[in-house]
C-alpha cells in the first residue's frame, strides 16, 4: 500500500470507526512498523486471518489505500475499508496509528 497524504483527505474521528479495540504501547518514539506489528496481533485474536484494508499515521500525516474521497463524511481509506467488510479496527496510543482489518475466513466455513 501506497501511503499518501492526509492533508489530502477529511481528518479521522474516533466516532467514525467500527468495532474499536485500543492498544496503548508506552514506547517511546513508537513507529509504525511496531504499531503495525502490535495491530496485527490484536486483530488476530479477533479475527480469522485478518486482512489489512486500510490504515492511518497520523505522526507522519499518511494513510492508506490511496483512494479519491467518496463520501463527504469520512476519510476515504476508512470508507474503503468499511465498505468492503471491515470488521475490527485497532487503534494504538490514543489515534497515533488506525488499522482497519476484514477477516478473509468464508462465511460457510
Not at 28 to 52: C, G, I, V, Y
Not at 75 to 87: E, M, T
Request: glycine share 2%.
Amino acid at each position: 500500500m501506497t501511503p499518501t497524504s492526509a492533508g489530502t483527505c477529511i481528518p479521522v474521528e474516533r466516532s467514525m470507526l467500527e468495532n474499536v479495540v485500543d492498544v496503548i504501547d508506552r514506547t517511546e518514539n513508537l513507529s509504525f512498523e511496531h504499531a503495525r506489528r502490535l495491530a496485527d496481533r490484536e486483530a488476530a485474536k479477533r479475527s480469522t486471518n485478518p486482512m489489512l484494508l486500510a490504515w492511518y499515521d497520523r505522526l507522519r500525516g499518511v494513510f492508506s489505500p490511496n483512494v479519491e474521497c467518496c463520501e463527504p463524511s469520512k476519510p476515504a481509506w476508512l470508507v474503503y475499508a468499511q465498505s468492503r467488510g471491515a470488521d475490527v479496527t485497532v487503534v494504538v496510543n490514543d489515534m497515533d496509528y488506525v488499522f482497519v482489518y476484514r477477516s478473509t475466513e468464508s462465511e460457510d466455513a
